[in-house]
């Protein structure tokens, strides 16, 4: 079977002031990585646009209005320092959730192996009510609550991979018994949540901080000895990847020391828990990473083990 690729060009249309990290050009750099030959072997589907339903699953009505009538009608909106809206905001934002919803559903019907949803903005800081860090709903934990909700899930992996805490997933999740989420990220940095004793109302989150500059074979380590045997427990249904590629030595937002190299293990082994207890089934999302040239490889990389993995699938 095959995996594949949800994007839209709505998502080009959130725009963000001149200098900021999170830009159009992102997404333009993924776009053309992933037009090469090597990828002719995806299935390249449109997002659809999510509904407000879809939005309800994780955030209240009144949140949403906000959002919507925040919105300009030209230039921009600061909803804090960090987070942005232009007139096309909220249609790349339904595209983002919809992207994300179409391709569970894709997978948990079996047309397709796995997929990888680039769309923006990202996600994994949106908490329940408030926008943050360039995110304005949960894509990846609405993802997750269609699942449970709507295809009858009880257990739904989340792996957040991103270098920041995906503070909003985890609020979230804080209280869903039918999730575990898990994060690895820099600490410290921005949000400054992700400490490892928050653990969930459930004991359904697990943090793993990492320290300034941590390498790859930390990384290794970290996942080797902890996420990747509580993950193998958890016996997951469908696994949910927060796919930043912002941990790469190159980012300019943070410190850590991953290569392209490093994703493409992760990848491997979340590709192997899932494969062990849930018929590979995986649906990773574009959150962070704002080295063009680093997310533009990072992103090939684990795309490419995606592509791989799909084909060895049965089906
Ligand atoms: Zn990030």
């Given amino acids: 079977m095959t995996t594949a690729l949800y994007m839209h060009d709505d998502c080009l249309r959130h725009v963000t002031p001149p200098g900021h990290p999170e830009r159009v050009a992102r997404l333009e750099a993924m776009a053309r990585a992933l037009a090469a030959g090597d990828f002719a072997a995806l299935d390249r589907r449109e997002a659809p646009l999510a509904a407000r339903a879809d939005l309800l699953l994780c955030h209240p009505e009144a949140y949403i209005d906000r959002v919507v009538a925040a919105i300009p009608d030209d230039g921009w909106v600061a909803l ?123 004991d359904n989150v697990m943090n793993i901080p990492l320290a300034p500059m941590t390498g790859g074979a930390e990384m290794r380590r970290a996942y080797e000895n902890e996420v990747l045997p509580a993950l193998l427990d958890y016996r997951p249904e469908l696994i949910l990847i927060s796919a930043g590629f912002d941990a790469h030595a190159a980012d300019p937002l943070a410190n850590l020391n991953w290569t392209e190299e490093d994703f493409a293990w992760l990848t491997e082994r979340l590709c192997d828990v899932a494969d062990d207890t849930c018929e590979g089934r995986v649906v990773s999302t574009l959150e962070g990473g704002y080295d063009l040239d680093a997310l533009a490889a990072s992103a090939s990389a684990h795309v490419d083990v995606l592509i791989a993995r799909g084909a060895e699938g049965s089906g």
């Fill in 80 to 202: 804090d320092a960090d987070t942005h809206l232009s007139p096309g905001s909220y249609e790349a934002a339904l595209r983002a959730v919809g992207g994300n919803l179409a391709a569970v559903d894709a997978v948990l019907a079996g047309e397709i192996s796995n997929a990888f949803v680039a769309c923006r903005p990202p996600g994994h800081h949106a908490e329940t009510a408030t926008a943050m860090g360039f995110c304005l709903f949960g894509n990846v934990a609405i993802g997750a609550r269609h699942a449970m909700e709507r295809h009858g899930l009880g257990r739904v992996a989340i792996v957040d991979f991103d270098v920041h805490h995906g503070n909003g997933t985890q609020d979230l999740m804080w209280s869903e018994e039918r999730a575990l989420f898990v994060s690895s990220h820099q600490m410290p940095l921005f949000p400054g949540t992700g400490d490892a004793h928050e653990t969930g109302a459930h």
